[in-house]
């Protein structure tokens, strides 16, 4: 199931990164958005997760603290040890101004715009 939030950018927290068992490098960031969608407009804040390297390069490259965005994630629960663990998985993040832009109807064609047959 897909979710999405909008909301502002609020905190980047460092890159993690190290390598796997078998030997792959890994990467990983988290960043937190808040927005006034809680109960009564109180703010609720998300953290989200994002893994591997180009996602991560991608999102330091175009996102920054202060930025209004929508994120799609998906909610991932693991099990480890007897206990579960919950994290917000995003897999795209627009920035508020692309969002607002795909949200706005196309303009009116004008009345005498030539038509082509074609």
Same mark, same amino acid.
């Given at each position: 199931m897909e979710y999405k939030?909008?909301?502002t950018i609020k905190n980047v927290l460092p890159v993690e990164s190290g390598t @796997?068992?078998?030997g792959k490098e890994w990467k990983k960031l988290n960043f937190?958005?808040?927005?006034?969608?809680g109960y009564e407009g109180a703010e609720q804040i998300f953290a989200f997760e994002i893994f591997g390297a180009e996602k991560v390069d991608n999102f330091e490259k175009y996102n920054k603290?202060?930025?209004t965005v929508e994120v799609s994630f998906n909610v991932r629960t693991n099990e480890w040890k007897g206990k579960y663990?919950? @994290?917000l998985?995003?897999?795209k993040v627009m920035s508020g101004e692309r969002v607002e832009q795909s949200q706005q109807a196309p303009a009116p064609e004008e009345e005498n715009s030539e038509i082509l047959p074609f």
């Open positions: 939030e909008k909301g @796997s068992q078998n937190v958005i808040a927005n006034n969608g603290v202060g930025q663990y919950t @994290s998985q995003a897999w």
